[in-house]
């Protein structure tokens, strides 16, 4: 299975899916459909390397600790990002995030992401075991 991400419908806000063969690979997924909420994903170069980290009591509340932590580095930084480099050990996440400076122009920014919700939040394995990880995130 190739890792893929997705969006889906939820009435005002903005439903984002990622899946892969592994945990990380979801959650790395997820980040880059979150990612194209606000804009293109090819259209941010991975100029930088951030890391972040993030620990949770279970891994649905880890997605949403982890897509938000992402979103915090973005308006610190005034950054968007691409390319999700994540490993997962239990209630744990490290990641390292690529990406640049946001220049309006050329990235086009459409809306911005203020938060993932835990609105359809949910982490767990389909019937072939590939893992997809979910939520509703608030435009």
Known sequence: ??????HF??????????TGRTMA?????AA??????????????????IRVQCEAPDRELLLADWLNAILREMSALRMLFSR???????????A???????EPARHEPTVEVK???YFKL?????????WIAQCVVDV
Do not use: C, Y
């Not at 690979?25 to 997924?29: H, L, R, S």
């Not at 995030?97 to 946001?102: A, F, P, T, V």
């Open 1 to 6: 299975m190739t890792p893929k991400w997705e």
């Open 25 to 29: 690979e979801a959650f790395e997924q």
């Open 9 to 18: 419908e939820h009435q005002a806000d903005i439903g984002i899916r990622g």
């Open 32 to 49: 880059v459909a979150m990612t194209a909420v606000i804009t293109r994903p090819d259209r941010i170069l991975p100029r930088v390397a």
């Open 96 to 102: 390292v995030l690529h990406g640049e400076l946001l």
């Open 115 to 117: 938060g993932a919700t």
């Open 84 to 94: 999700f480099e994540v490993t997962v050990s239990g209630n744990k996440l490290e």
């Open 122 to 130: 949910s982490v767990a394995q389909d019937e072939a075991g590939n």
